[in-house]
């Protein structure tokens, strides 16, 4: 089994950072990318960036130039810096990652719980 664990979610002021991580553990063959979603209550859940093995980003319109998304594939660990925050960027965090377990091929996506990232004015 695959599990990925979030952790850096918080109560911040407008304009103030927050660094979110997520490892993940298991049974894991390779991981192709890691991302991060949100959701805010009553919106639909929406990427805010994802990383390959390689390095490939690809950022949310909303975030780009606040958030950077980065890996550590030694740990199997992504993490997302975010700055400037805005209120708007009030949501629960999620952590993804696209997978094989160790004697499969396909490739699963794999959740973790969530974190909530709270923005004040």
């Known amino acids: 089994q695959v599990q990925l664990v979030e952790s850096g979610g918080g109560l911040v002021q407008a304009g103030e950072s927050l660094r979110l991580s997520c490892a993940a553990s298991?049974?894991?063959?390779?991981?192709?990318?890691m991302g991060w979603y949100r959701q805010a209550p009553g919106k639909q859940r929406e990427l805010v960036a994802a990383?390959?093995?390689?390095?490939?980003?690809n950022y949310a319109d909303s975030v780009k130039g606040r958030f950077t998304i980065s890996r550590d594939n030694a740990k199997n660990t992504v993490y997302l810096q975010m700055n400037s925050l805005k209120p708007e960027d009030t949501a629960a965090y999620y952590c993804?990652?696209?997978?094989?377990?160790?004697?499969?091929?396909?490739?699963?996506?794999?959740w973790g719980q969530g974190t909530q990232v709270t923005v004040s004015s």
């Open positions: 993804n990652a696209r997978a094989r377990r160790i004697g499969e091929r396909r490739v699963n996506v794999y």
């Open positions: 298991g049974s894991i063959s390779s991981i192709n990318a």
């Open positions: 990383i390959t093995t390689g390095g490939s980003t």
